[in-house]
T-cell receptor, first 114, second 111 residues
Framework: ETGVTQSPTHLIKTRGQQVTLRCSSQ?????VSWYQQALGQGPQFIFQ???????GRGNFPPRFSGLQFPNYSSELNVNALELDDSALYLC?????????????FGPGTRLLVL | GIQVEQSPPDLILQEGANSTLRCNFS?????LQWFHQNPWGQLINLFY???GTKQNGRLSATTVATERYSLLYISSSQTTDSGVYFC?????????????FGKGTHLIIQP
């Protein structure tokens, strides 16, 4: 186990709704990254939070937003859900921002949008 | 952005066989990780290996950064090795600090 936890494990929403996913980082890690993995594909980088600020962002629209809290846990918020948002959402924690550190992944949240 | 290509896309082997998985990347990197994704979706860290060679039991990995490729070796395969293996890299030239993943190699080990 990596020590990274995510909740909930599964979620079903309807198109147009909003969703919040949660991630607790491994002890001693101050950086959290979020990824989206569609079925049959590799994970795609959404954004990274380092010391409570967004530290980098992939090619995702603004309706994907996040937060990091003083204890380094993080939330991913998705507004105006679309069918294509159905995916496995993974968070990863690492010791520091900058990227040249091992990233450890949580078990993921499976989101289904109907 | 940086491109990552993994080969082969699919691999079916008998238990006990050896295998080599390849990852090619298009630019210089300061992070390269190999993962095994189990059937429940968990990404299990295998190696952090932006350069050099590492071994862990039946698994070993080599990254030749100057030639922009990495290899993952699995010896004496077991059925529990089945799953999808991903290579993921981070471009060293700056920009977003997220890993770029390849499409994976789907490995099936038959008893």
């Amino acid at each position: 186990e990596t020590g990274v936890t995510q909740s909930p494990t599964h979620l079903i929403k309807t198109r147009g709704q909003q969703v919040t996913l949660r991630c607790s980082s491994q002890s001693g890690h101050n950086t959290v990254s979020w990824y989206q993995q569609a079925l049959g594909q590799g994970p795609q980088f959404i954004f990274q939070y380092y010391r409570e600020e967004e530290n980098g962002r992939g090619n995702f629209p603004p309706r994907f937003s996040g937060l990091q809290f003083p204890n380094y846990s993080s939330e991913l918020n998705v507004n105006a859900l679309e069918l294509d948002d159905s995916a496995l959402y993974l968070c990863a924690s690492s010791r520091s921002g900058g990227g040249a550190e091992t990233q450890y992944f949580g078990p993921g949240t499976r989101l289904l949008v109907l | 952005g940086i491109q990552v290509e993994q080969s082969p896309p699919d691999l079916i082997l008998q238990e006990g066989a050896n295998s080599t998985l390849r990852c090619n990347f298009s630019d210089s990197v300061n992070n390269l990780q190999w993962f095994h994704q189990n059937p429940w979706g968990q990404l299990i860290n295998l190696f952090y290996i932006p350069s050099g060679t590492k071994q862990n039991g039946r698994l070993s990995a080599t990254t030749v950064a100057t030639e922009r490729y990495s290899l993952l070796y699995i010896s004496s395969s077991q059925t529990t090795d089945s799953g999808v293996y991903f290579c993921a890299v981070l471009y060293s030239g700056g920009g977003a600090d997220g890993l770029t993943f390849g499409k994976g190699t789907h490995l099936i080990i038959q008893p």
